[in-house]
């Protein structure tokens, strides 16, 4: 089984919907990111948490809101959407105390492929 | 401006080739680096860290050079299996910068 899962894997939807992603992990990490990918713009920061308590926006949090429900659990949603949040989005997960070097590798979740429409 | 920036490609190249790809990072804090591997339409997997003092990983080198801001990596003898997207990524205050990848194609 996947280490990191993301639902739904892709969605259709029309402005102004409410959308949720979810993402759920079993690495036991503590710090969990979400990303949207854009053709051209790459990965870009939406929101990050290091702990239950702990949510931080990123470099692009406006139009979006997260809920870290566990530590295995951070999601994310588009209050209202419209179609310029057409896009991948990748969840992450992070822990700096792994490998030799402690350099906090990410690890993504398959992503979801939004349609806003 | 960009923190991170790469030059898109496409890079398209022999088997058996070396190629270089480079990234530059505009802020001087930054305090960790990394090459990451992206396939089509899949998620980025970690394909390196990249240290100061150089760091090599079977036909993989990357390069950290922090007074220009620059890190590179090297490919050598390419396989068809290394054509990918190359991801540039830099950590600075707990947030990871992502370059828009360098796109690779070895061909056969």
């Known amino acids: 089984d996947a280490d990191v899962t993301q639902t739904p894997r892709n969605r259709i939807t029309k402005t102004g919907k409410r959308i949720m992603l979810e993402c759920s992990q079993t690495k036991g990490h503590d710090r969990m990111y979400w990303y949207r990918q854009d053709p051209g713009l790459g990965l870009r920061l939406i929101y990050y948490s290091f702990d239950v308590k702990d949510i931080n926006k990123g470099e692009i949090s406006d139009g979006y809101s997260v809920s870290r429900q566990a530590q295995a659990k951070f999601s994310l949603s588009l209050e209202s959407a419209i179609p310029n949040q057409t896009a991948l989005y990748f969840c992450a997960t992070s822990d700096p105390r792994e490998g030799a070097d402690r350099t906090d590798t990410q690890y993504f979740g398959p992503g979801t492929r939004l349609t806003v429409l | 401006r960009k923190e991170v920036e790469q030059d898109p490609g496409p890079f398209n190249v022999p088997e058996g080739a070396t190629v270089a790809f480079n990234c530059t990072y505009s802020n001087s804090a930054s305090q960790s680096f990394f090459w990451y591997r992206q396939d089509c339409r899949k998620e980025p997997k970690l394909l390196m860290s990249?240290?100061?003092s150089g760091n090599e990983d079977g036909r993989f080198t990357a390069q950290l050079n922090r007074a220009s801001q620059y890190i590179s990596l090297l490919i050598r003898d390419s396989k068809l299996s290394d054509s990918a997207t190359y991801l540039c990524?830099?950590?600075?205050?707990?947030?990871?910068?992502f370059g828009t990848g360098t796109s690779l194609t070895v061909i056969p």
């Open positions: 990524v830099v950590n600075i205050f707990r947030q990871f910068y």
């Open positions: 990249v240290y100061s």
